[in-house]
Each structure stands twice: as C-alpha cells, then as structure tokens.
C-alpha cells in the first residue's frame, strides 16, 4: 500500500518542519533568557561575560523600545549563527552601530515602528544612550552596502524585507536609521528656556 | 530643462491661443511646481541635457532634467511641457536618489490608478498625462526634502521637408501663452487651483494648470547640453545650425552634432538644418532595425527638389459644394480656386467639372480633352455658380469615382467645399470603398471648414488637403495644391520585397516634389533585394535595393508601431468592431510601448518610501552606499547581513504537508460514497 507509506512521509516531513521553525523561535526565545544572566554579570564586572562555555558571542548592550514594549540583548557579530540567539551589533571604526537582527523573530516589531520613535540603548560599560528612528527605507542588497565609517552619531538597524515574506532569502532589506539624541531630562530643559526666551 | 520649458511653452503657445499678448510675463522658462500639501513653491531645474537621434526623417529626442526640492517638506512635483504637434512620447524614467524607475505603458485607468495608489502609499511615482494635443504634464509623487530627482522623457516626431532641406526644430525658450475671457477665481489650494501665474477663465477653465511660473533671461542661468547624432542614409551637401554656435564630426555613417551648452542663447530655439546632395532623381534609402525576433524596414524616398513631369497625362475632375453655407465670400474663394485648377490644366490632360447642393450637376457626361473650347466653356459654367441650397455630398463624390479611368491617365478628383454635412462617416466610408485607383484631394474653404474631415478625405483618397481661410491666400495655396497635382514624381508605386512582409501604409501613395515618403514593413527575416517601381513623368521607373547594405537604425521599430496603430484607428468601425480594434491598439501599444489614446505612461517605484502623514524632514544618510562605493568621505563597505531564520517558509512547508495528509485520508471515504450511488 503505497498510500499510508505516503501518509507516513508527509507526516514525518511535516513534523520537521514544524520542529525546525519552532525550533527558530524557541532558539530565539531560550537565548534571551540564557542573555539574561550573562547580561547582569556584565553589568556587574563592566566586562562581557560569556552567557555559557563555548559561546560564539556575548552580550554587549540592550536594545529597549519602551513604546512597543520591546526589550532585547544585543550580541556582539552580525554573522548568521550568532543571529539566532538575538540581534548581533557591529561598530564602525568612527562608531557607527549596526544592529541587525531577522525579521521573522527579534526584528518582527519593525513593522510597527514608527518614524520618531524613541529607542534606548545599554552599553556593557553602564552608559545609557538615546535614540530616534529618523529614516526608514528598503534597498536591494545586491546593489547596497552599508558603510561601516560612518559617523557614531548614527545607528542603522537591518532586517529582511518584506516582514511577512512567505519565501526565505530575498534580496531586499529594510533600513532603519537611528540618531543621537540629548537625554530627555536635558531636552526638558531646552524646552523651558527656549519658551522664556524673546518670541516676536 | 531650459528646452523642457521651451517645449511646454511652444505647446502652450500651440495649444491655447496665439492671438492677443502675454501677460505681464516675458518669455523664458517652465518651472517645476512642488506641492507639499500647504502650499506651492516652484523650482528650476538645474542641469538639463537633450539628445537627439536622427533616422532619415525620425527623430528620437530624450531629455533629462535635474530639479530639487529645496523645500523643507514632503512634496508631490508637477510640471507641464509642450511638445511639438505630432510627437509621440514614449518612454518616461524616473531617478530619485540612486534608484531608477521605469514607466510602463499601461491602459489609461489603470495608469492612473497605479499612481494614486504609489501616491497614498507614499511611494515614488509618475505620470505623464495629455492636456492638450501637445501641452503635457509630469506628476511625481513623494519627492522628500533636499532630494534631487532626474526626469527623462523620451518622444519620437518627424522631420520637417521643405525646399530640399530637412530641419529639426527644438524650441530653447518659450513664450506664456494668452488666456482668453473672464476670470474664475479658485480658491488658492483648492482642486481647480493649477498653481500657475493665470486665473483659470471661463474660455480656459484650466489656465492655473498651464501656465507655470516663467524665469527671466537674466535668471535663467542653468546649463543646458545639447546632442544630436545624425544619420541620414544620403550624401549631404549642407549641415548647419540656425541660430547657434556648433560643433560637427562625422563619425562611421553618421554625424555628431553637439551645442555648447555654456555659451548656448537659451532663448533662441535650436535649428539644425541639412541638404541632400543635389539630385535629378528619385534618391532611396532603407533602415533595419530588430525587435524580438522580427525585422523592421523603413524605405524612404526622397524626391528631387524641382520636378516637371511633362508627360504625365491627368484626367481631373473638379467637384464644387454650392450648397447654402458656402454663400458669400466662400463661393467666391471657391470659383478662385477652380479657375485656378483650370488654368493648369495642358493640352494632353482631361477634365470635368460637377457642381452640387441638392443635386449633383456634371458640366460633361463624361471627362473630355483639355481643348481651348471645353475650357472657355467650363470657366463660363464656373462664374455662373451660385451658393443656395443643401449639401449632398455622396452623389457628386460617386459620381465622379464612377465614371471611369481612361487608360493611361492618372485620375485626380479635386473637392472644393466647406466641409458642412453631418453623415461624414457614411462619406468616408464610401471614398474608402469606390476610391479605386483616383487620387482625392480636398480644397477647404472659409474659417468653418471641418479640417479633421477633409483631411482624412484626402488621406483615404491618396491625396493631400489645402485650406483656404480668405480670399487673399487663394492664389498661394490653390498655387501649391497645383504644382503637386501637375508633377507627380513619381506614381503608381509597388514595392517587391523578398520576404513575405506587412506593410504601412496599406495603400502605396505617390511621391510628390516637397515631401519624402516613408513606408514601414515588417517581417521574420527581410533580407534580398527590394524592387521598387512606378510611374515617373509618364515613363517606368525601377529601382533595385539590395537590403543587405541596411543601414541599422533606433526609431524603424517605433515608427512601424505607430503607423501600425494608425492603421487599426482607420480599420475601427469599418473593418473591426470598435471593441477589436481598441484591444489590438492596446496590444500594439504594449508590445511597441508607446502611448495610445487608450494607454498611458506610469512610472512606480516598487520599494516604500515614507508613511503618508510622516512630514520629517530627512537627513541626509551617509550610512548607505548604495551601487557600492559612491561614497562621501571615509568608506568601509560592509556587506548587508543575512537576516531571515526562515521560520515562515517552514511553517508553510508543514502545513502543505499536512493539507496533503488530510486529503489522502479523506479521499477514500469521499470516493466510496460516490460508487454506490449508482446502485441506488
């Protein structure tokens, strides 16, 4: 009987496949938590901890969008296997930060972010800094590069393009730029003076 | 950019009105209007770079213009250019930023369509629309602040002949049109609000959207460039610019001509005149050029620049409208023209005249030798003639199709008449059926005179068309008709091409002195020897051209297509239903890309740009290189990332899997259900 044989086959495809994208998310998921320890003792010595034997990376900064309650660690190397356990940063000899994460796990939010949108970053040192989404725009990567020597007052973050795409592996990516801003406390400030100042 | 403008503002001048002077605004430059929702502001464009290629008598002309948006704002472009008469433009690109986006023709609605929905969804887009016959405008939707964006617009037009010189005209600088009748004020910012320096009027509703703010010479100090690449299949004896310093270099078959852009006088139209190296003869030429995998041939021939074709025997029959509407000084231009007709007539021609308006009222039965008697007969016939009466136009036009082709003559049918019925489709159609082998020309008299009538008249008939708008012109006008029905350069043509081939025009015209005559054919593979031949002052005349020495050429291809979709706008109605031939018009149109009068020009970018509310003002993005290494300052090029888990594709794939899983399990159950119905 071939048909239950067939039966048997799909089954046992469908179970992989199931496991196999299950397993993405659950990889993305356990790394976070697994981050989580390695992220507070780094805090704690100001070095980067290793999370566990072996690791590939370490943790070496926080990535927070508290508007979209997101709140991610951030590993240092973009390459594709640090990409599973979270989004991997690389600095450009001038400071330029370049986060990229993919777009079915720790990227998914960027379909909601917003122009504007006020994003913190933790650095191992204890720094905080502060962020705004000023651009975003999808370029066809066979024909862009990103320029690593960009200024430090810029952060870009890539993912795939398009969010929801059925199909893996596609030439596109969405870019989003990021650009310093002053502390809130200071800009509150500027704020007040700037009202008590001469207005015509 | 400065030819952009001088383009819309020729088309304007053509389109709107000439009488009457500008309003306080002096010729110069279009500007590109940017509207970012509260309110316009207009920018110039800063570099403008025009070439022009030319096959025999078609030339292909693409402009590119650099304009910016200096506006701090989000802003949708618009600008408005005329084109000469009877260009066809064709192509439309689109740079923003380091993209290109190409337009594709698309069905009319659709165009529109596709750019109002780029437009909401905040991408890059662009349309080209017709205002006028000749006055055009370009919308760009989504131009962010400080971005610079390139247009290009390509069109194809033919080269004007006269007096054994070919001349290509491209107008540097513009004059505003005249806007007639009293104003409408719009309320500023509100649809009917063209943005331009005119209110709209009740004679031209749309003033404010054709009349853009214009640059003063003094201002308009942007650069513009200018080529022209010459081919022209003949020996030249004379290669000049008009008005204009150039430089000239021939180059393997073809001449590049070049302005120079620095030291160019935008504001004196651009004029490249040649001359044929002289002729007696008829001289030929042929140009290739492959699409797909079909050949595409233009033959042109070029006739001599004087002609007397003194053998050429004609026997001409004169028709004349005296109906009602051509009482006055209608009846009068038109006795002027007759004698006029009458005059030319020679000893070995044949003729005769038939007057009409209720009825048609021949002076012979049948047409009778030129002798000093018939004629002295016909010119008192003539100055008998009065005005009264209805307009019956079908009898007198069969009659004189009817009557029978003498053998050996060359039939020419010349109507006079104001062109005032109603049925002209039902006349058409007739000259189309009866025409056979006479040649229709159409004389139009007075300022009412239906042009689009007589002129289609005369095409149907192999013929050409004067109109007369007063009296003074009669002797001008009725003196060119003349010539070109006395000297036939050559008659009776057929070509013999060696591959089975499909040609435009259907019908082979003659070729008259002051006119070369261009006929497109197309084919899996043309290759041999053409054979042309004819009637040339009474006398066979051939010519062999071997294809093989083809000179390739851009512009055969397009030209084919648009004499092509000419061919299916005649056959509408009379050979195909008004439904097949608008479908093979579309088809034409999209397999050729040109415009149509049902497809437009869209130009979309496929990325999203922006969110249609967000009005931030961009920074400038050094982060990106795009087309790797543009760059700006330091450069350390990293290539993008891999950033897809392919979670998704996954999940789809198992799904498949257990669809596939279910149908297997239920099709068995479904499948005996089905069997035993029959025992039933």
């Known amino acids: 009987m071939i048909r239950p044989l067939l039966i048997c086959c799909l089954l046992a495809v469908a179970v992989w496949q199931i496991t196999a994208a299950t397993g993405v998310h659950a990889k993305a998921w356990l790394g976070q938590v697994l981050l989580e ?41 973009a390459d594709t296997p640090v990409l599973a356990w979270g989004p991997g940063m690389e600095v450009g000899p001038s400071g ?11 990227f998914r939010f960027l379909d909601r972010l917003n122009e504007g949108e006020r994003v913190q970053l933790d650095l191992v040192g204890g720094d905080i800094e502060h962020w705004r989404v000023v651009d975003q725009r999808v370029v066809d990567a066979r024909i862009t590069d990103i320029n690593l020597a960009a200024s430090g007052d810029q952060m870009t973050w890539v993912t795939c393009w398009p969010l929801d795409a059925i199909e893996a592996g596609g030439p596109f990516r969405l870019l989003v730029t990021l650009s310093k801003t002053i502390k809130p406390d200071q800009r509150t400030q500027l704020v007040i003076s700037n009202s008590t100042g001469v207005m015509p | 950019m400065f030819i952009f403008r001088c383009f819309l503002m020729t088309l304007m001048v053509l389109a709107v009105q000439r009488a009457g002077f500008a309003q306080d605004q002096d010729p110069g430059q279009a500007m590109l209007w940017l509207d970012t929702g509260q309110d ?39 600008y408005v250019f005329p084109l000469p008469d009877d260009v066809a433009v064709e192509s439309l690109s689109v740079v923003v930023g380091n993209r290109i986006i190409e337009g594709e023709i698309q069905e009319r609605q659709q165009a529109r369509i596709t750019y109002e929905t780029a437009r909401a969804e ?138 120079d852009g620095a030291s160019a006088n935008p504001h004196k139209d651009f004029e490249l005149v040649w001359r044929p190296a002289r002729h007696e003869h008829v001289e030929s030429t042929v140009f290739l050029q492959r699409l797909g995998n079909q050949d595409h041939a233009l033959l042109m021939l070029i006739p001599p620049e004087q002609f007397a074709a003194f053998q050429t025997r004609r026997e001409v029959t004169l028709i004349i409208d005296t109906s009602g509407s051509m009482q006055g000084e209608s009846i009068e231009q038109a006795k002027d ?16 005249l038939i007057e009409f308006n209720n009825a048609a009222n021949a002076l012979f039965t049948a047409p009778v030798d030129a002798s000093s008697a018939n004629l002295r007969q016909a010119r008192d016939f003539v100055s008998r003639l009065q005005a009264d009466g209805g307009t019956e136009m079908l009898q007198p036009l069969s009659q004189a199709m009817r009557q029978g082709v003498t053998a050996g003559y060359l039939p020419q049918i010349v109507f006079v008449t104001d062109g005032q019925v ?12 009866t025409i056979g082998d006479s040649r229709l020309f159409t004389v139009g008299i007075g300022h009412g005179v239906n042009s689009q009538f007589m002129s289609d008249l005369a095409r149907f008939g192999r013929g050409s068309t004067v109109l007369i708008a007063d009296l003074w012109q009669v002797q001008m006008r009725m003196s060119e008709l003349v010539a070109e029905l ?6 009776d043509i057929e070509l013999h091409w060696p591959n089975d081939v499909e040609v435009v025009p259907e019908v082979m015209p003659d070729l008259y002195t002051g006119q070369p005559l261009l006929v497109a054919a197309r084919g899996d593979r043309i290759s041999g020897d053409l054979l042309v031949t004819g009637l040339s002052d009474g006398q066979p005349w051939q010519q062999v051209i071997p294809l093989e020495t083809f000179l390739t050429a851009p512009g055969v291809v397009a030209y084919w297509g648009r004499q092509a979709i000419q061919r299916e706008l005649d056959r509408a109605g009379y050979e195909t239903t008004e439904d097949e031939a608008r479908q093979r018009i579309i088809d034409l149109a999209i397999d050729y890309q040109l415009l149509s009068p049902y ?49 998704f594709e996954r999940l789809i794939r198992a799904l498949l899997a257990l669809v596939l899983v279910a149908l297997m399990i239920l099709h068995p159950i479904v499948s005996r259900d089905g069997g035993s119905e029959p025992s039933i």
């Open chain 1, 37 to 77: 320890r390695a992220w507070s003792r780094s805090l704690a010595s100001e070095q980067p901890v290793a999370p566990w034997p072996d690791a590939i990376s370490y943790p070496v900064a926080r990535l927070q969008v508290p508007a979209l309650e997101i709140d991610h660690l951030v590993l240092k190397g």
């Open chain 1, 96 to 106: 330029h930060r370049i986060i990229a994460a993919h777009r079915d796990t720790h």
């Open chain 2, 40 to 78: 316009r502001v207009s920018t110039m464009a800063m570099v403008t770079d025009i070439d022009i290629e030319v096959t025999g008598m078609l030339a292909h002309t693409i402009i590119r213009q650099q304009f910016l948006n200096d506006s701090p704002d989000w802003a949708e472009g618009r």
């Open chain 2, 122 to 259: 905040g991408r890059v887009a662009s349309l080209i629309e017709q205002e006028r016959a000749n006055l055009f405008s370009t919308s760009i939707a989504n131009i962010a602040p400080g971005e610079v964006v390139e247009v290009q617009i390509g069109y194809r037009q033919r080269i004007d002949y006269s007096h054994g010189e070919f001349r290509l005209r491209f107008p540097l600088s513009i004059a505003p049109p005249y806007i007639p009748g009293a104003s409408t004020p719009t309320e500023q910012g509100s649809p009917q609000d063209g943005g331009g320096w005119a209110e709209n009027t009740r004679q031209v509703p749309d003033a404010s959207r054709i009349t853009p703010e214009l640059v003063g010479p003094l201002e308009s100090t942007n650069p513009i460039a200018l080529r022209v690449a010459l081919t022209t299949g003949i020996p030249l004896a004379m290669l000049e610019s008009s008005h204009h310093l150039i430089d000239k270099r021939y180059d393997r078959g073809s001449w590049r001509v070049t302005l």
């Open chain 2, 337 to 352: 023209a007759l004698l006029f007709a009458l005059d030319s007539l020679a000893a070995q021609d044949r003729f005769n």
């Open chain 2, 422 to 433: 109603g049925n002209t489709a039902e006349i058409i159609n007739r000259v189309r059926e």
């Open chain 2, 486 to 491: 006395t000297s036939p350069v050559l008659h």
């Open chain 2, 599 to 647: 497809t437009s020009l869209v130009a979309v970018d496929k990325t999203p740009k922006r969110s249609r509310d967000a009005a931030l003002q961009r920074q400038d993005v050094p982060g990106f290189l795009a087309d790797n290494g543009q760059g700006r300052g330091a450069v350390l090029a990293r290539a993008m990332p891999a950033t897809d888990a392919g979670s």
